[in-house]
């Protein structure tokens, strides 16, 4: 009989996952690992103060990332990720707030949301995992679904046009803004890294398998083949017009749409208020 | 604290009570305008950089009590305020907050509903919704000012109550003393008792956040202080991590929530209480109405009738052994509302035998004094 010894070592990377609540809650094949492991790889890399991390999440199978990440971390209720990180960000501009939520969390019942943490430009980083519908509740029709998809509540083929997150981000003032899917791991963790280290808010959009829930009902059972769909139709089209970057069967239009330098809103409140504050300790001095 | 306001001065209640939350220590406010509440806000937006704090206006009220309760896990004591189309925006994230524990104060300067109601006029529509607002069983604390004095003291104790027990606390004002003017005598910052969250004595590594005292309070971290903690609005245990399907879990946690309030109560309750003693008939009210039945109570000991005033200061948890006390040696109770009947309910629940009368008043003006000496005298 041969006798296995097998040196078990932590995985380098342990730090940064609460391991005491694995297993994860995420199906075969789903893309939410993905994205964790690149931002991970880009708080590894960044040499990123964990104790002055905070994770925020909504609602839904990727707002449990929360949870899992050994930092500071929220899980909110549905939709309402960016408001809490607002006041979380405001109160103590130090932490670096990142906000992972799902496209139904940001861009459906917490769109309003987005549009005014944009617009504020305040210092919050947005990384969304995008998997086309709502996964968590069994696959209905959300606001990024394609046409012509079926869900379960689009059963005869989605006819609401879907958004276009990059177009959506751009157009509210982000200083950041890109789109990769689970495929372009490295492009993706380089993204992350970028909008760690950019002042205003920044957001990163991760196109996820579903095979799970979207796939079963859109011919594409199997994690594989929908990394063959995310493969065949993606094309890097790095600054290109973002109100072009459809998201189709034929085309998925990746990579960086908005690198642009704008002061952040905390950074403008509070030398306001530093200012203010002077004036009104000289008034009674 | 060398710019707080001290001595007296002038002001209208939603001035008041936002140099109130000033003087508890708040520095965070985020709002929504909202009519007869703008007025703090709009005094908030200029005081609170002058004390380093934070206004922001958030794009509704649904953002604007998530923002403070994030406010409050990054270690600053904050505050919303709003009128009924706002609290009911806001009933989601207030469960948020209960079920995080998250210590934060939020105004309702009641005015006429439902729906858009009267804007601009008076009304105690929503103290059911104070306490029941936010779906699921819990504890809150709610209080109600009759003065613009209160709007300022109150505020002050919201914000006590809420940093001590972990709990959302509610400042049902109404239109009335938000707009009214009147003097307000402001303590020295020295005077004025400031109470805030317990911190962990544990280390980072041993702190489970949702581990809670002998007084059902758990001691509280905030972000960026090391303690690398979860908080979730799931079910969850005292890691702070989610656990939906134990019922045991459940049980203790929601169990203990409601509990920290109720079994304080005696310590959170404040009354105020006029000729009781001999009391034959007793009128309970509370805010703006409760100005009318002293008045009333006094035109009725002229005219002999032994009639006495137990004041709720105290909505939430309900002041139910001062109100039963009284129940014992009275003949018949008065409750004076501005709505169809809501506080009456608890008010008969705890007087048991004693007979209740109900006055409710609905739109332009709270009850006048005579219609209540009315009420008295009918109940003699």
């Given amino acids: 009989m041969i006798q296995e010894t097998a040196q078990v070592t932590l995985h380098p990377f342990s730090k940064y996952l609460r391991e005491d609540m694995m297993p994860h809650i995420w199906c075969?094949?789903?893309?939410?690992?993905?994205?964790?492991?690149?931002?991970?790889?880009?708080?590894?890399?960044?040499?990123?103060?964990?104790?002055?991390?905070?994770?925020?999440?909504?609602?839904?199978?990727?707002?449990?990332?929360?949870?899992?990440?050994?930092?500071?971390?929220?899980?909110?209720?549905?939709?309402?990720?960016?408001?809490?990180a607002t006041g979380v960000k405001l109160a103590n501009p130090e932490l670096e707030v990142v906000v992972i939520s799902g496209d139904g969390d940001l861009f459906a019942i917490g769109g309003n949301h987005f549009i005014h943490a944009a617009r504020r430009n305040i210092g919050i980083k947005v990384l969304c995992a995008n998997n086309l519908n709502y996964g968590m509740t069994g696959g209905q029709q959300g606001p990024t679904t394609p046409l012509e998809s079926v869900t379960t509540t689009s059963p005869y083929g989605n006819i609401e046009h879907p958004f276009n997150l990059v177009h959506l981000a751009a157009a509210s003032g982000a200083t950041y803004v890109a789109r990769w899917t689970s495929l372009h791991v490295r492009r993706l963790t380089q993204s992350i890294k970028k909008m760690l280290q950019k002042e205003g808010f920044c957001f990163v959009e991760m196109l996820s398998p579903c095979p799970e829930i979207y796939g079963r009902y859109n011919?594409?059972?199997?994690?594989?083949?929908?990394?063959?769909?995310?493969?065949?139709?993606?094309?890097?089209?790095?600054?290109?017009?973002?109100?072009?970057?459809?998201?189709?069967?034929?085309?998925?239009?990746?990579?960086?749409?908005?690198?642009?330098?704008?002061?952040?809103?905390?950074?403008?409140?509070?030398?306001?208020?530093?200012?203010?504050?002077?004036?009104?300790?000289?008034?009674?001095? | 604290m060398k710019t707080a306001l001290t001595g007296a001065h002038f002001l209208n209640g939603d001035v008041a009570c936002a140099e109130g939350a000033i003087a508890a220590g708040c520095r965070f406010f985020a709002g929504y305008p909202i009519t007869p509440a703008t007025e703090i806000a709009e005094h908030l937006s200029q005081r609170m950089p002058e004390f380093g704090g934070i206004y922001i206006q958030m794009e509704d009220e649904i953002a604007s009590m998530a923002a403070i309760i994030g406010a409050s896990y990054s270690g600053l004591k904050a505050m919303t305020a709003t009128s009924g189309p706002g609290f009911s925006l806001m009933q989601e994230n207030i469960g948020l907050a209960v079920m995080t524990e998250a210590p934060c104060v939020i105004v309702d300067v009641m005015r006429g509903g439902p729906s858009t109601g009267q804007p601009t006029l008076p009304g105690q529509q929503d103290v059911m919704q104070a306490k029941w607002g936010s779906h699921g069983d819990y504890g809150i604390i709610a209080m109600t000012p009759s003065s613009v004095q209160e709007m300022f003291d109150l505020t002050v104790e919201a914000f006590n109550l809420s940093e001590v027990y972990r709990v959302p606390t509610l400042l049902m004002g109404d239109e009335i003393v938000g707009h009214m003017w009147e003097k307000v005598i402001i303590p020295s910052p020295d005077k004025i008792k400031i109470q805030n969250r317990k911190k962990p004595t544990s280390r980072p590594e041993e702190y489970l956040p949702f581990k809670p005292d002998d007084d059902l309070v758990p001691p509280m971290a905030c972000f960026g202080e090391g303690y690398r903690f979860h908080a979730t609005g799931l079910t969850h245990n005292e890691h702070g991590y989610p656990k939906t399907s134990s019922s045991e879990v459940q049980s203790r946690l929601v169990r203990r929530l409601v509990d920290k309030v109720q079994k304080n109560?005696?310590?959170?309750?404040?009354?105020?209480?006029?000729?009781?003693?001999?009391?034959?008939?007793?009128?309970?009210?509370?805010?703006?109405?409760?100005?009318?039945?002293?008045?009333?109570?006094?035109?009725?000991?002229?005219?002999?009738?032994?009639?006495?005033?137990?004041?709720?200061?105290?909505?939430?948890?309900?002041?139910?052994?001062?109100?039963?006390?009284?129940?014992?040696?009275?003949?018949?109770?008065?409750?004076?509302?501005?709505?169809?009947?809501?506080?009456?309910?608890?008010?008969?629940?705890?007087?048991?035998?004693?007979?209740?009368?109900?006055?409710?008043?609905?739109?332009?003006?709270?009850?006048?004094?005579?219609?209540?000496?009315?009420?008295?005298?009918?109940?003699?």
């Fill in chain 1, 28 to 84: 075969q094949g789903c893309g939410n690992g993905v994205l964790v492991n690149a931002f991970v790889h880009a708080l590894d890399e960044l040499q990123t103060d964990l104790d002055k991390l905070v994770v925020v999440s909504g609602i839904g199978c990727i707002g449990r990332t929360a949870g899992y990440m050994n930092v500071d971390s929220f899980h909110t209720t549905h939709g309402r990720a960016l408001p809490f």
């Fill in chain 2, 265 to 380: 109560a005696d310590k959170i309750i404040r009354v105020e209480e006029v000729m009781l003693k001999d009391a034959d008939i007793v009128v309970v009210a509370y805010g703006i109405v409760a100005r009318a039945a002293l008045s009333a109570i006094r035109k009725a000991r002229e005219k002999g009738i032994k009639a006495g005033l137990l004041r709720l200061i105290t909505l939430w948890p309900f002041p139910e052994k001062h109100v039963a006390k009284v129940a014992e040696s009275a003949r018949a109770i008065v409750v004076p509302e501005m709505n169809c009947g809501q506080m009456v309910r608890e008010v008969e629940r705890a007087a048991k035998e004693t007979p209740v009368a109900f006055l409710s008043k609905l739109g332009e003006d709270p009850h006048t004094p005579m219609e209540i000496l009315e009420v008295i005298r009918r109940s003699k």
């Fill in chain 1, 219 to 285: 011919k594409m059972r199997s994690g594989l083949e929908m990394m063959s769909w995310f493969k065949r139709a993606s094309v890097v089209e790095s600054f290109s017009d973002p109100s072009k970057a459809d998201i189709t069967k034929e085309r998925i239009v990746v990579g960086e749409f908005v690198d642009i330098e704008k002061l952040g809103y905390e950074k403008l409140l509070h030398e306001l208020i530093s200012k203010i504050n002077e004036k009104a300790m000289d008034r009674v001095s």
